[in-house]
């Protein structure tokens, strides 16, 4: 038993140096090549609200990818999706409203403000995009969270619905190594639990 676990330890290791490896890898891709295709709306997903008392920048980074997309044309409406954060209670959607009218955009919003999770951001957003007619949908996140957002679209039908474009935020949390690390340290435990659930396909 005590000999097997050091080898259970190092497939576990593996496994996960495997999927941290190849989120990164995409991550890269995705920055390397924006959505060229204008869309109806630009989907940014929830992300923490808030961390030591002021607004997220994985969160606002998101939210300043998707103006960035309207102020080139790329994008006519935004929309953003998530619910009640946890922590602090604030609900996502509504604080990327705020900073998105901040940072001067003032063109049309939607609201998904129920989400819990990447795959409610993306069932739950889509009768909200269905009413308005929406046809072309850019999604944006941060990098490293893209590859899981995109196996989640196709498991739920949404790229099937929608024609979908992926945008990845080049944030401060990209940009710096310790924010980095701490996303792309979470991210494969993420996908592994929405494999074990059967969430990916």
């Known amino acids: 038993m ?9 497939v576990l290791l593996l ?11 995409h991550a890269r891709e995705r ?8 869309a109806d709306v630009a989907l940014v997903l929830g992300n923490r609200a808030y961390r ?7 969160l606002t980074g998101r939210v300043d990818a998707a103006v960035a997309l309207a102020r080139a044309g790329l994008v006519r409406q935004l929309v ?11 609900i996502e959607a509504e604080v990327m409203q705020q900073h ?5 955009y003032a063109g049309p919003l939607l609201l998904e403000p129920v989400s819990q999770s990447t795959r409610e951001n993306l069932s739950m957003s889509r009768p909200l995009l269905e009413a308005a007619g929406v046809k072309r949908v850019i999604v944006v996140s941060e990098p490293y969270h893209l590859w899981r957002v995109e ?8 790229d099937r619905r929608f024609e979908v474009q992926y945008a990845a935020a080049p944030t401060t949390c990209w940009q710096r190594w310790g924010m980095a690390f701490r996303g792309a340290l979470r991210e494969p435990l993420a996908i592994v639990n ?6 990916l396909h």
Request: charged letters at 20%; one cysteine or more.
């Open 194 to 199: 929405n494999a074990v659930n059967g969430y």
């Open 2 to 10: 005590r000999r097997a676990l050091p080898g259970a330890l190092l």
């Open 15 to 25: 496994g996960y140096a495997a999927i941290h490896g190849t989120i990164w890898l």
């Open 151 to 158: 196996r989640l679209a196709r498991a739920t039908g949404f």
């Open 31 to 38: 920055l390397a090549h924006p959505p060229a295709q204008a």
């Open 100 to 104: 998105a009218r901040a940072a001067g």
């Open 80 to 90: 953003f999706s998530g619910g009640v954060d946890r922590e602090d209670g604030r």
């Open 52 to 58: 030591d008392g002021r607004p997220n920048p994985c």
